[in-house]
């Protein structure tokens, strides 16, 4: 499992947030939110729109976490809202998307801590039925079973300690979780 619950980094922040904002998710959005959808334009004609406003906005990363959105219109009100919008509808869909990677890297975890729990419960009893069939244990197959109950104990023991790692990760990604404010 080593690396399996390691968040994904963005190498290039300006480029996913181009892909993100200029998706059709968000463009719907936006025509709505600039006033481009008061004349109830067709199809083909809102394509022209989002295409019309992809080639108006510039998106650059500036910073570590941070870009840089640039919209140009005629209408310096639109402007406004159209990049303000851009970056809001940007944060929520990147905060849901950490959300859902945190979720799945979670409910991983979750599995692999049952499924060890399981495989623990089973060498236990394993190990009990081993020890309750060879109460009269001959002289010849002492070895062998103590051979067989060290195999199971060693096995215990592995199963516990993937399990308290699997625990461990489990709270470490619980604390990676944003928090969603009202």
Request: charge should be negative; hydrophobic fraction near 35%.
């Amino acid at each position: 499992m080593q690396g399996a619950a390691v968040p994904t980094e963005v190498t290039d922040r300006g480029r996913n947030a181009r892909e993100v904002i200029f998706g059709r998710k968000i463009m719907d959005q936006i025509l709505e939110h600039g006033g481009w959808m008061a004349n109830r334009p067709t199809a083909e004609q809102q394509e022209r729109l989002i295409e019309d406003i992809r080639k108006r906005t510039t998106i650059v990363t500036i910073g570590r976490n941070i870009i840089k959105i640039e919209y140009r219109d005629d209408d310096a009100e639109r402007v406004f809202r159209t990049t303000q919008k851009m970056a809001e509808l940007f944060m929520q869909e990147s905060i849901a998307a950490k959300a859902a990677e945190s979720s799945a890297a979670f409910d991983f975890i979750d599995k692999q801590t049952q499924d060890y729990h399981d495989k623990l419960a089973r060498t236990e009893e394993q190990l009990r039925e081993l020890r309750s069939a060879n109460l009269d244990a001959r002289a010849g197959s002492e070895a062998e079973v103590t051979a067989r109950m060290n195999d199971l104990q060693r096995r215990i023991e592995s199963t516990s300690q993937e399990l308290r790692e699997a625990e461990i990760r489990g709270m470490a990604l619980e604390r990676q979780v944003p928090v969603r404010s009202r």
